[in-house]
């Protein structure tokens, strides 16, 4: 097996009176041919974490941090970082995501056996380049298929974050798992409860960008069905899953609004994909009060504000988030007057882009169509004749400062409303950008008490 390993790993190997291994992701990617910019090495031995340290040290390793209850190493060796952590078997209680007993052991099976899935346990010996597979999980490599270590309800049993490495590493690698590893998920999908909302998030947002790890196209897709097939997608978003089976008008929509909502994250621009998956929450809740979907973006961001707390999601892609299921419905049949789109471009240029991404994502969920979105072509329309005429975007772009109004007369308090008045109409009418017409147009707003 070819696995490129750095002078520094070898080094550091060659530091170790005892095998050190190399094992996990990077050893099953190279063995399946996939490539990653990531330098994720976890390395281990048959060795204490003080036997360990006192080795890494000869080599100028700089020793991060050491935990001796579960015999790993945080460490950096030239720039690069790895993780250490002796042979063990560890024993868990059902439903708690850390082991409640760890045994340090020589034998390469039982740390094998500690493992999630057998693609995983496949060591790579740094001193001699041999590949030791206690498992079998080179076959599993070779067939790109996910089984576990043992039988699947004790795996999943153990972890209930194993449910959601599940989904994202079957989608980051393309692998597919089978039927006994699913129905030890979908058996313990209720353990998902159990795992801290933080480490929900960020394997989430894992699976969300799937595709970006090795390229493999609609990654993010396969991993959500995944996650649905184990049900862990119903117990993590019910507000989502509600609308399985639910029907939308079969004009413009193939599918019902789970399988849109699945079907926009898998056409998404990566940096919209959270508020693709959240975009329509609100249709479920807006059916059953109204009868309809008639305003169901508003509920969208009730729920999405929701969700994103309930997450723990960071405040400010909360808050993008919130905003982009708030207005991804506007002008959506491409009705609304040009005057209006160039006052809501100005009002909403933060999110001007992202709102476009998610509107082609949108489109291109109801019939699977890859073809531009009439309205997505229609602002992009608007906004080059915006650029091209001059019309100033943003506040910076006016061409008047509100320190320059409150000196002209602008009482201070009105001064911000003002200059926002102003951007609005330059946006209509480019030729009012000149200092003195905006000075002019700012007192006779005043005068006209409208601020």
Not at 243 to 266: I, P, S, W
Not at 325 to 350: G, P, Q, T, W
Not at 376 to 382: D, L, S, T
Request: proline share 4%; with cysteine.
């Amino acid at each position: 097996m070819n696995i490129p390993v750095s002078e520094n790993l070898n080094k550091l190997a060659e530091a170790c009176p005892f095998p050190l291994y190399l094992v996990g992701g990077t050893v099953r990617d190279c063995l399946a041919g996939l490539s990653s910019a990531d330098g994720d090495y976890d390395i281990c031995a048959p060795a204490s974490a003080e036997s360990f340290v006192a080795a890494a040290e000869k080599c100028g390793a700089r020793i991060c941090s050491v935990y001796k209850n579960t015999g790993t190493v945080k460490l950096s060796v030239g720039g690069e970082e790895y993780e250490y952590a002796c042979f063990r078997s560890d024993e868990y209680v059902r439903g708690v995501h850390s082991p409640v007993k760890t045994f340090f052991t020589d034998d390469i099976m039982l740390d094998a056996r500690r493992r999630d899935f057998k693609c995983n346990a496949v060591y790579f010996n740094l001193k001699t380049g041999e590949t030791e597979d206690p498992l079998g999980g080179a076959e599993d490599i070779k067939h790109k298929r996910i089984t576990t270590v043992a039988d699947a309800d004790k795996v999943f049993g153990e972890d209930g974050l194993r449910l959601m490495r599940l989904a994202r590493q079957a989608a980051q690698t393309g692998f597919t798992p089978d039927g006994q590893t699913l129905d030890g998920a979908l058996k313990n999908a209720r353990l998902i409860c159990d795992v801290s909302a933080e480490r929900i998030y960020t394997e989430f947002n894992y699976i969300l960008m799937a595709d970006l790890r090795y390229g493999i196209e609609h990654a993010q897709y396969a991993g959500l069905k995944i996650l649905d097939e184990t049900g862990v997608v119903d117990l993590l978003f019910p507000e989502i899953t509600a609308g399985r089976g639910m029907a939308q008008n079969a004009a413009f929509h193939n599918h019902d609004v789970y399988e849109h909502t699945l079907r926009a994250v898998k056409y998404a621009d990566p940096t919209v994909r959270l508020a693709a998956f959240l975009h329509d929450a609100g249709k479920p809740q807006c059916m059953r009060e109204n009868g309809n979907y008639i305003n169901h973006e508003e509920y969208s961001a009730r729920i999405a504000r929701d969700i994103c707390t309930r997450l723990k999601v960071p405040k400010k892609t909360s808050a993008e988030t919130v905003t982009l299921c708030a207005l991804h419905m506007y002008d959506m049949r491409c009705d609304a007057r040009e005057s209006k789109i160039r006052r809501f471009i100005v009002r909403n240029l933060s999110v001007f882009d992202k709102l476009l991404l998610l509107k082609q994502a949108d489109y291109s969920a109801c019939r699977d169509d890859s073809g531009a979105a009439p309205c997505v072509e229609k602002w992009r329309g608007i906004y080059n004749a915006m650029s091209d005429e001059g019309a100033p975007l943003n506040l910076k772009q006016l061409k008047v400062r509100g320190d320059e109004l409150i000196a002209a007369g602008v009482p201070a308090p009105q001064a911000g409303a003002i200059l926002n008045a102003l951007l609005e109409e330059c946006a209509l009418n480019p030729e009012l950008n000149v200092k003195e017409k905006l000075v002019r147009c700012a007192l006779s707003l005043c005068a006209q008490g409208k601020y």
